[in-house]
């Protein structure tokens, strides 16, 4: 899924900035499946503009630069059904996963085992986290109106990280143990 696509959706739950945009991937109902910057989001929506799908309004504020506040517009709305009916072909498209700290895991053997058992930990508490924050996020007063989309989605982070977690956390003393081992064997 693209930028432009990405803005087009959340404009569609209603106007927002830039910077409301980008929040959106961090802590809002994207965060766990979807990543933007600045850096992409910025250009998109300058896009999107000159394309007439959006339209933007600056609004003053009190002791600091007017923010620009964009909405969707019919062509923009349009524009994204188009792009979610292409994507939506009935043929699975693999999810690009990157995980540095499976890169990490893969060559642990090469590690001291303590900056092994420190990034499982810092993962065991990183994807804690991500739980947290996505059933703080379910408990939230505006999530009793969700559609059905929405719910879904949030059931399948809840899933994925779930799985994450309890892996490493089960897994970890024994992976510990076996690389331990192969170093002593390497040793001898």
């Given at each position: ?18 910077y ?7 802590d ?27 339209t ?24 994204l ?28 053997h ?6 092994v ?12 986290e ?11 007063s ?21 799985a ?22 390497a040793?001898e």
């Amino acid at each position: 899924m693209d930028v432009r696509t990405f803005c087009l959706g959340v404009l569609s739950l209603g106007d927002a900035t830039g910077y409301e945009i980008k929040k959106q991937a961090e802590d809002g109902p994207f965060s766990h499946f979807y990543k933007a910057g600045f850096g992409s989001i910025y250009p998109a929506l300058a896009r999107l503009a000159a394309d007439g799908l959006i339209t933007g309004r600056d609004e003053a504020q009190a002791g600091k630069p007017d923010k620009r506040i964009y909405a969707v517009t019919p062509a923009g709305k349009a524009a994204l059904a188009d792009a979610l009916t292409d994507h939506a072909t009935g043929i699975a498209v693999e999810d690009d996963i990157r995980s540095e700290f499976l890169f990490l895991m893969f060559f642990a053997h090469l590690m001291p085992a303590h900056r092994v058992a420190r990034q499982i930990d810092a993962h065991i508490a990183l994807y804690r986290e991500c739980l947290d924050h996505i059933e703080a996020k379910a408990s939230d007063s505006a999530c009793e109106h969700q559609l059905p989309g929405h719910v879904f989605v949030r059931g399948v982070g809840l899933a994925v990280y779930r799985a994450f977690h309890d892996y490493l956390r089960d897994n970890r003393d024994a992976f510990l143990a076996q690389l331990g081992a192969g170093r002593q064997n390497a040793a001898e």
